[in-house]
């Protein structure tokens, strides 16, 4: 199928559902490959509530057509577009009460494990939904994709904080995961940083509110326990892998040493005898850690550990074996992020070896 064909067809399969039929009030992500679900719910004539793009000037906004809206009508109000035209903000004192919530996905599994564009605001979104008791332990969670993007995700991918979901739609199939893994159960302040409290408005009232209310809001960089590490060092400190790093021996080299040159170099490792490392430089100074490991989840070419150095703009990325280094290099190559046309290489001293 082409995927906005495709994409239209498992938007219509949501009408079928036991869970859409009974639903009064439903959240759709604004992305543009699921404005066939939000025209679905104002079709059906549920409430609608749509969240603000990266949560920038509130939470929702409830899509109100004007009174006797035509089909067209209801249609633009589906768009990004009509969203801004036909809404109306919802605010933490909204009294939203959702019955169903629908997410996109750059990937997921059928056991219901979902990996998003990295950024976490779908996982935000679902979070404080939770704080402010709009939605419930039984409130189901769908996904809408293209049949190429349900495969197979190593569970190491998943944190406590990532969100699950209930039902997989696809062009040419409805899934029910029957995921047992438990959803967020609120936001997880200590995984919060002031970086994002500061882009989020709406996050700073509802830190307020929990901390009226005497819960621990400490944010991840005021615990006290990481009080002495730099922000980058949090951010490269969850592995990305699909199965555990072996155990370094005794006195071996901390991972990511600094190399100074031009040439790459590989960081002296944890278990360096059984692994393979690819240098990646050329990174922008603005990219994040998430936004590369975004791309490696998407490419399929997840390392056993990643070393970021930010500073120096590079990265190194540990797998298994040599076979798929290389093709983690070749899946790479041309890749640009941020601007950058990444360099990408097996690191010196594998070459050599090689």
């Known amino acids: ?12 399969s949501l ?16 992305d543009k490959p699921l404005e066939g679900a939000r025209l679905a719910a104002l079709q059906a004539r549920k409430t609608l509530l749509v969240p603000t793009p990266r949560l920038r000037s ?18 633009r109000c589906a768009t990004s577009q009509g969203v801004k035209e036909y809404s109306v903000p919802v605010g933490l004192d909204g009294k939203a009460q959702v019955d169903l919530v629908v997410v996109g996905s750059v990937a997921v599994s059928e056991k219901g494990w979902r990996i998003g564009k990295g950024e976490g605001y779908a996982d935000m979104e679902y979070a404080m939904m939770v704080s402010m008791g709009a939605v419930q332990e039984d409130t189901p969670v ?4 293209h049949d190429c993007q349900v495969l197979d995700i190593a569970e190491e991918l998943l944190d406590d904080h990532d969100l699950t979901v209930d039902y997989i739609l696809t062009p040419t199939r409805t899934i029910q995961t029957n995921c047992k893994r438990p959803k967020p159960q609120g936001i997880m302040w200590h995984k919060v940083s002031s970086e994002m409290l500061g882009k989020i408005p709406i996050l700073k009232t509802l830190r307020s509110r929990e901390k009226q209310a005497g819960k621990d809001v400490t944010l991840q960089d005021e615990h006290p ?5 730099n922000r980058t060092a949090l951010s490269n400190k969850k592995v990305m892998a699909a199965n555990p790093q072996p155990r370094a ?34 990174l922008p100074a603005s990219l994040r850690v998430s936004e590369l490991k975004s791309a490696l989840r998407e490419l399929q070419v997840v390392p056993v550990q990643l070393s970021w150095q930010g500073a120096q703009h ?23 992020l941020g601007g950058n046309a990444l360099r990408v290489e097996l690191a010196r001293s594998q070459r050599s070896r090689g």
């Open 1 to 12: 199928f082409p995927l906005c064909q495709g994409s239209l067809q498992a938007c219509c």
């Open 15 to 30: 009408r079928e559902l036991d869970v859409f039929s009974r639903a009064r009030e439903v959240k759709v992500d604004p």
């Open 58 to 75: 509130g939470l929702f906004n409830r899509i109100v057509p004007p009174p006797g809206a035509t089909k067209e009508i209801l249609r």
């Open 142 to 145: 769908i996904t809408i994709v």
């Open 225 to 229: 326990a990481l009080a002495n590490t």
């Open 249 to 282: 021996p005794p006195g071996s080299a901390p991972v990511g040493q600094p190399h100074m040159g031009s040439d790459p170099v590989n960081p002296r490792s944890e278990g360096s005898d059984t692994v393979t490392t690819v240098y990646v430089g050329n």
């Open 314 to 336: 590079r990265a190194f990325l540990q797998y298994r074996d040599e076979g798929t280094a290389r093709r983690a290099v070749s899946s790479l190559q041309g890749l640009s």
